[in-house]
């Protein structure tokens, strides 16, 4: 298993940006498919974004031209550049990395993207 710790969440406002980190250890992390997920209140957690093993991303459709998900393998992180942030933006955020073996989560960071 992998242990997983996020970084970088805080109060915005409309339009601004904000940058998460999550940083892995525990197990390879590069053979890891990793992920970050959000969960607003009241609602069920939700792919944000998602890069493969080879740095290939995937992002949710809310967030395509805003947010870049972007691995560094070598020191073990998974970022999230999030741009443009929107007020339906604000939720806890989720560091996940993923492989056969099933799923790691993070604890969570907040983002609160208000005026």
């Known amino acids: 298993q992998v242990q997983l710790v996020e970084s970088g969440g805080g109060l915005v406002q409309p339009g601004g940006s904000l940058r998460l980190s999550c940083a892995a250890s525990?197990?390879?992390?590069?053979?890891?498919?990793m992920g970050w997920y959000r969960q607003a209140p009241g609602k069920q957690r939700d792919v944000v974004a998602i890069?493969?093993?080879?740095?290939?991303?995937t992002y949710a459709d809310s967030v395509k031209g805003r947010f870049t998900i972007s691995r560094h393998n070598a020191n073990n992180t998974v970022s999230l550049q999030m741009r443009s942030l929107k007020s339906e933006d604000t939720a806890v955020y989720y560091c996940n990395a993923r492989s056969s073996r099933g799923d790691s989560w993070g604890q969570g960071t907040q983002v609160t993207v208000s005026s």
């Open positions: 525990g197990s390879i992390f590069s053979r890891y498919v």
């Open positions: 890069i493969s093993s080879l740095g290939k991303p």
